[in-house]
């Protein structure tokens, strides 16, 4: 599947259902969250090929995700769904016409192109044998016992996660391609559904409630190694990209 084209894919979920699907399956958070729930039902559609990383706007322009899928593949796995998944989902494809799209996205981009990015993150590193997630500026913060700006702290980490062309070993979606700018545009704390890890002593998991920062950044970005580049838009950036975190997404340079 990695090898394939990547496609965006572009739904409106219902409302409606997913309150109503989340409800029965205890995926209701009180903040309002969806990543879990859309999460756990792209994986009810499309098992170990859901889309992602993936990124909920809001009801009303709906939910857009990368993925290695094709239409007809796409239409296949919703044939064989569970119907209330797919409503949830909005992808039920009525007579007249289909609920959702799905278009080739570009995987080759010249290098030294410079494009507007926006990025909704959980800004985050995880700490010690525990694992314990941290906010990034809290833990700044805390190092250097010195007033830091968030913003400043979230644009450094981002720069992190894309990678420092040149630096020499890094992962292969690294390094791709450097930030021209950044700014947050959002920011609050953000309680999310998780699953505890499997331990020695431990064999089943069991759903917790994390708190922790959400930020959206946005900015421009330049374009310095293409095939790193692309894997990193497939790949997305931070952790809880499977939740609604860290889709790329990319727009014309203002």
Do not use: N
Not at 17 to 27: C, I, M, P, Q, S
Not at 103 to 111: E, G, H, L, S, Y
Not at 127 to 141: I, P, T
Not at 224 to 229: I, K, L, Q, R, S
């Amino acid at each position: 599947m990695i090898d394939r084209p990547l496609h965006l894919l572009h739904t409106r979920p219902s409302p409606a259902h997913l309150a109503a699907w989340a409800t029965r399956h205890g995926l209701l958070q009180a903040q309002g969250d969806l990543g879990y729930a859309l999460h756990a039902l792209l994986h009810t559609v499309f098992g170990d090929d859901a889309p992602r990383p993936f990124s909920y706007i809001d009801a009303e322009y709906g939910l857009l995700a990368y993925t290695r899928l094709s239409s007809s593949d796409i239409a296949s796995r919703v044939a064989d769904a569970d119907p209330d998944a797919v409503a949830a989902l909005g992808l039920l494809a009525p007579a007249s016409h289909r609920c959702w799209r799905i278009r080739p996205f570009p995987t080759v981009w010249p290098a030294g192109h410079v494009l507007g990015f926006e990025v909704r993150v959980r800004p985050v590193v995880r700490e010690g044998k525990s694992g314990k997630e941290r906010d990034v500026f809290l833990k700044q913060v805390e190092a250097t016992r010195t007033s830091i700006d968030r913003e400043a702290a979230y644009g450094d980490w981002l720069r992190m996660q894309i990678g420092v062309p040149g630096s020499g070993s890094r992962e292969p979606w690294q390094g791709g391609a450097e930030i021209i700018d950044v700014r947050m545009t959002r920011f609050r704390l953000l309680e999310v559904m998780r699953q505890t890890q499997r331990t020695v002593s431990t064999a089943t998991r069991r759903r917790c409630r994390v708190s922790g920062p959400e930020a959206v950044l946005a900015g421009r970005i330049r374009v310095v190694d293409p095939p790193a580049f692309a894997r990193l838009i497939a790949r997305g950036v931070g952790r809880h990209r499977s939740f609604g975190f860290g889709m790329l997404l990319l727009r014309p340079a203002a």
